[in-house]
């Protein structure tokens, strides 16, 4: 599959999802009582469209641009870091469960990676791929990780045990 096809399908999938997770939010109305938690489904939306945004900067930037798809990634990822370094910070006073703290820490390590190869791509060149390919596996990990949250929520009766 070439790069701008895989970016296009990505980012309609990670817009799909934002939206089916703000069904599943909206039915589920006991979840935005407790501000914990209203801050972990703030996250998991995040894991969904700032994806989603990269994927859209990649097709505009492409291989053709990559200092537009690069900088893209970089300053999302630096949010979407941010953003999570932020949860985490609150999840100690706040009773976050493990499993939901340590994935929230895989996800500022992804994001992490993705700022620096946004910044030097050129590190991933013995892996054989470039470095829009590379951010694209980490993407699809980091979505991955969205999942995870999700299904957490969704077949645990009570998430914050």
Sequence with gaps: MDVSTFYALFSTTCFTLTGLWWNVVRSRRDWTSNPAMRRTIGGIYLSFLLPAMMGLFAQVGGTENPLLWRLSFVVVAVVGGA?????????????????????????????????????????????????????????IVLVALGHALVWRFLVTENVEE
């Design 83 to 139: 953003s999570m370094v932020r949860l985490i910070s609150r999840a100690r006073g706040d009773g976050t469960p493990a499993t939901i703290l340590w994935t929230q820490i895989a996800a500022v390590a992804l994001y992490v990676a993705i700022a620096v190869i946004g910044v030097a791509p050129q590190l991933v060149a013995p892996l054989g791929l470039t470095g829009i390919q590379i951010e694209a596996l980490l993407l």
